[in-house]
Structure formats: structure tokens, C-alpha cells
């Protein structure tokens, strides 16, 4: 089970301290290719989610403000995902190429990786119910 902390919270723990690197599309590959990835229609089967709309202003600031302000998953395999909720749409989901509805919220993951941190547009509904495991307070206020 995943487990959730607020952001005061994930910042006393120093889950958000590391090296972060602000996305530099040119930087490598691997950026480079989850870029692409989340801002264009996808064809695949898988589920992915979409940007709506590009540039690397956008999307710097949408990994800014989520390390700044968001507040902090650990899924079961230990990894630290940063989530920030935008208040408005940040994208779109599709699901084998077709569009399954809007997102309003933004993850990073990789956040302490300098060569793979990346940013992808999410929804809030699941993360509206959960509660900081350190204070209980509310995650999305």
C-alpha cells in the first residue's frame, strides 16, 4: 500500500532534499524521450497521459511548482513520487488510444535523479482521500 506525506511533512523527513535537476530537454535521451512521450497523442495500448500543451517553460514549471509545493507518495517498492494538484486541467489520459478524460495534477518521479527525472500529468481523485502518515492532516486541502 502506498503511503502519503504532506509536504511540511515529506520536507521534515528530507524526502525532498537530493540533487534536482530542472528538466533539460536537451540533457539526454532519457528526458528527452519521456518528454515526447507525455505531449504527444499516444498509439499504444498502454495507459499514458498527455500534456495539454507543450514547451519547456510549461513544462519546467509544472516540475517546479510539484517539488515546491506538492505533496509526497511512497509506493510499495519504496520510490518517492512527488504529486501536486493544479486546480485545473494539466492533461489528458488515454487508455489503448482512446481518451479516457482530463487530469488536474502533476507527479514527478525520479526527482533525485538528474538523469531521469521526469514529470507526467495525473488526477487527484484517489489522492483527494488519503491523510499525511506523520500529522494526519488532509493531503489536498
Known amino acids: 500500500m502506498d503511503t502519503y506525506f504532506c509536504h511540511k511533512c515529506g ?3 528530507d524526502i525532498l532534499s537530493g ?3 530542472i528538466f533539460n530537454p536537451t540533457g539526454n535521451i532519457y528526458e528527452l524521450d519521456k518528454y515526447f512521450k507525455h505531449y504527444n497523442k ?3 495500448s ?3 497521459s498527455i500534456f495539454d500543451s507543450s514547451g519547456n517553460e510549461r513544462y519546467r514549471n509544472y516540475v517546479v511548482n510539484t517539488l ?6 511512497e509506493d510499495i517498492f519504496g520510490r518517492i513520487n512527488i504529486i501536486w494538484v493544479a486546480g485545473r486541467r494539466t492533461g489528458f489520459m488515454y487508455k489503448n488510444g482512446q481518451l479516457q478524460g482530463d487530469t488536474d495534477a502533476v ?4 526527482h533525485t535523479d538528474p538523469n531521469k527525472i521526469h514529470a507526467f500529468p495525473t488526477g487527484s481523485a484517489n489522492l483527494s482521500k488519503k491523510r499525511c502518515l506523520m ?4 493531503i489536498v486541502y
Open 68 to 73: 515546491a509545493s506538492g505533496c509526497i507518495e
Open 19 to 21: 540533487n534536482i535537476n
Open 11 to 13: 520536507a521534515k523527513r
Open 107 to 110: 507527479k514527478v518521479v525520479l
Open 42 to 44: 499516444p498509439n499504444t
Open 46 to 48: 498502454d495507459l499514458v
Open 135 to 138: 500529522c494526519g492532516n488532509d
